[in-house]
């Protein structure tokens, strides 16, 4: 089984985010970026259906050349080889469309991403790059079990699961519960400096979306404090005051 | 030029979410002085289709198809499409929920519309071009998406719109869409739906608890005051990670982003990534044993006690209310 996973960079989760003076810009300036954490899921479950010579694992990713220890983590962690789409990443539309490009040629049995990125939070590229190849999607699992030449999936809903069966190829966007993300050892961090990283320059396709602008949350109002004896009192100013209950 | 508005059910009933989605569509239609139309997928009564005119649609597409009875993407988003195109939709809404996420993605590459996702507010509308705000960051932020496609398509986060009655009822007209064979190479051979809980994404009120509640065997009290409150159950990640608490409940940076209108935190220290899931919250109440906790910060109000104290106190301050309300 041929496996591809798509991989992003993106802020460390403890980051601070702010914005340049005029707001159209996030300020990267003493940011850690880390491989997105779903996309550690996704790949850990690629290594899994690929372990003991069942398969094999391709990470793709979008981005500048200065995301590759990113992609460097994640042949670390197991991935065989690694591909590099030279360009900065815009959107899900542009960055699936190259993936598209490159999987329509290196023919995949699964492509698997993580749910969203922590950045921008689009949950864009696993449907998009389904649509671009024509073959099935299914957005935010919690379960992937092969069964012969179907897999069975089960997909989050509001309040509970769908259970799924799919024909390969297909592409499915991980959420927690999938596996638990694998941490990589020495040896594989040794491997990972000699592994294969292909650079391929970009596609065009038409931009349909533009980042403008960004503001944070209003800063909120003051703290009314409570002892634990006025849990009344605190009943009455949510009704009251805040008028949520 | 017309909005089209995806109006998703569970079993065959419209939650409140999905008027929340007619109800933003419609203030979109009006911005633009155009009808509103409404697309409805699967097993859906013709009474519970035509309430979709209260919030301001004027027709119902029903697709009723045995093929579509359940929840395919690609299929789905076929028929959607199909319809927008029939319609010549402008402007395609939906729900920013799971299927939603699933939907939304697909149109875009079908239609070449762009999308805006999570979003928060009513686009701003200048000539062609529309700029949507919608949370970025993982609720750390908020991003303005411009849109300058002939075709737009807006994905509407929960409790981000008020629900505004302005109609009357809908017209449900019958509505066929080609399903190509290929649309169909996934199949659901089960859905689980626990009709007893509420769906944190879309809840009002959320009781929330993290490691101050030291084990998964003290969560009936967690659970005895959201049922009090009618609020869905969550947990902080170090809860779930841990499997005193099933992953969908937890809620963070890496885990769902929620907009109630209040949050309660128990036990919860209140890390950064915590506080990014949150953020969007209309009231905030911690309750914390360490006055030093940063969630403090951020709370509207607070109490700094035992949890095991001051959750079974807050209960029954709740049940006394509720039965003088």
Redesign the interface.
Known sequence: MKILVCVSNV?D??T??T?SSDNTQFNTAGVQFILN??DEIALAKAIELSEGGKGTVTVIHVGEASSEPTIRKALAIGADDAVRVNAAPRD??FV?YQIAQYAKVNVFDLILTGRES???????????L???M???????I?KLEIEGNYA??E?????????????FP?VASC???VTEPKIPNMRGIMSARTKPLQVLETSDI????????????PP??S??????????K??????NE?K?? | MSVLVYAENAEGKFKKSTFEVVSYAKAVADLLNTDLTAISIGKVESNELSTLGKYGALRVLHVASDKLETFVTQAYASAISEAAKKESATVIVLANSFSGKGLAPRISVKLQAGLADSAVELPTIEGNSFTVKKTAFSGKAFAFVELNSATKIIALNPNSYHLTETGSEAVIEDFQPTIKDSDLRATVTDVVRATDKIALPEAELIVSAGRGLKGPENWAMVEELAEALGAATACSKPVSDAGWRPHEEHVGQTGIAVSPNLYIAIGISGAIQHLAGVSSSKTIVVINKDPDAPFFKVADYGIVGDAFEVIPKLTEAVKVYKSHS
């Open positions: 802020p989760t403890t601070k985010i914005f954490p779903y899900g539309y699936s922590i950045d921008y939070n689009g949950s864009q590229v696993a449907a998009m389904g649509e671009f024509d073959i099935p999607s299914i957005s935010i919690k069975s999936v997909r989050e809903i509001e309040g509970g699961k769908e259970i799924l069966k799919v024909a297909f959420a927690e519960g038409e931009k349909l979306a533009t980042f403008k602008s960004y503001t944070t949350p909120r109002g703290v009314t404090m409570l002892t634990a004896d006025e849990t009344e605190l009943v009455n100013l949510l009704h805040a949520v209950i």
